[in-house]
């Protein structure tokens, strides 16, 4: 059975609506630089990790691609569940697609990016204490992952561009607070898997079907560097490598990469800026996440149904240790984020045909699957919300 809060169906039956001005417009971009912490918390509901009294409960929130769906999932650290279901979109009738999450630095609101437009997709903005629509913005075709910069304050989400021909996308930057598009950068074609670096200085992104890698300067919104991922170049926009996603390691000194064609993760040195390692892995790397120690990365194996733990401490593997591969609980294994303190692992899978999706939970320090929440169809975009006392 659905349950849904008011604002959610409000969501269905109309748009929010928003009104950027010419001030507004300069008022993203000085309040961006002027720059924002990761450290703040919610008042009353958030708390510090070391103040969290043992076990406490973690949350995050799950798109659920086919159903026009967001799922909170709370753990306990014994058991997974779905806590809330929130419906999303405005076209009763249509399957807008939500894709990807991410929740601001203060954790006062979660952003989703809604990728069927007609034919450009949209960003919603809700609160987390009700989970009700507060504003939107309209992007590039088909809007994916997202991230917000704690030194900017802005928001850069990748426009995939899935449906569109084989040429350059962008990535739109995005005031959060007014909701205004502030900028729009061209990368590769597919730009995928946005991500920033630990100082919001960099922002990086893959672009899936001419193999590439790209970092932009978060500060001037401009192409510093690009690289080919791929050992082969790729012939028109027609990569082998496909590469899906990207992520920073927290020191700055490499950048790990998924190649979901190669069955390969490859770690770039960012000082040389070039490829340092390349780990063999399952079949379809997907989405990674890296532990705020830098000491472990996880990967989903989308085609094998599986996640793969690496050890990032010991460098003395010049093609990486897989520390576990394990089987998730559905066929088609999707997104991956890891809690702050490093412990968990919530994984999302997607189902095949009309099987719902779940989030698995991974004990990182075990290294085994310790819970499962039953979701919704095509679960795919995550975000960690929080770890709190209840």
């Avoid at 890698?213 to 082998?240: C, G, W």
């Avoid at 999707?334 to 919530?346: E, K, L, N, Q």
């Amino acid at each position: 059975m659905r349950t849904s809060s008011t604002s959610s169906q409000q969501a269905k039956s109309q748009q929010a609506k928003s009104t950027p001005t010419a001030t507004a417009l300069l008022a993203a971009v000085l309040i961006g630089f002027a720059g924002s912490t990761a450290s703040a918390q919610n008042a009353g509901q958030r708390t510090t990790l070391e103040l969290v009294p043992s076990h406490g409960v973690y949350r995050v929130y799950v798109a659920c691609e086919s159903a026009d769906e967001v799922h909170r999932i709370a753990f306990d650290g014994k058991q997974a569940k779905v806590e809330k279901v929130i419906e999303v979109g405005y076209q009763p009738t249509e399957i807008e697609g939500p894709h990807g999450l991410t929740v601001g630095p203060e954790g006062k609101y979660w952003y989703l990016s809604i990728a069927h437009g007609k034919p450009f997709g949209l960003l919603y903005k809700y609160r987390t204490d009700n989970d009700e629509l507060v504003g939107e913005c309209e992007l590039g075709m088909f809007p994916a992952t997202m991230q917000i910069s704690p030194a900017t304050g802005l928001l850069y989400c990748v426009n995939f561009n899935l449906h569109g021909r084989m040429l350059p996308s962008t990535v739109s930057i995005v005031d959060p607070d007014a909701m205004v598009e502030v900028a729009r950068t061209v990368t590769g074609a597919m730009p995928h898997g946005s991500r920033l670096s630990k100082d919001g200085r960099c922002h990086y992104s893959c672009a899936m079907m001419s193999g590439e890698l790209y970092e932009i300067d978060a500060l001037t919104f401009a192409v510093k560097r690009n690289m080919q991922l791929d050992i082969n170049l790729p012939k028109n926009h027609a990569s082998e490598a496909k590469p899906t996603w990207v992520s920073p390691h927290p020191n700055g000194k490499h950048i790990y990469a998924a190649l979901n064609g190669k069955a390969t993760i490859v770690e770039v040195d960012t000082e040389r800026w070039a490829v340092s390692r390349r780990f063999a892995t399952g079949k379809g790397p997907y989405n990674l996440d890296i532990t705020a120690d830098g000491n472990q990365l996880v990967a989903t194996y989308k085609t094998d149904g599986a996640i793969g733990i690496w050890d990032l401490k010991d460098r003395s593997h010049n093609n990486g240790k897989e520390l576990a591969r394990l089987k998730s609980t559905r066929g088609v294994t999707h997104g991956v984020v890891i809690s702050p303190d490093g412990r968990y692992a919530f994984v999302t899978s997607e189902g095949k045909n009309s099987e719902s999706g779940a989030v698995d939970v991974v004990d990182l320090r075990s290294h085994k699957l310790v819970a499962t929440a039953e979701v919704s169809l095509q679960a795919g975009g995550i975000a960690f919300y929080e770890h709190a006392a209840q």
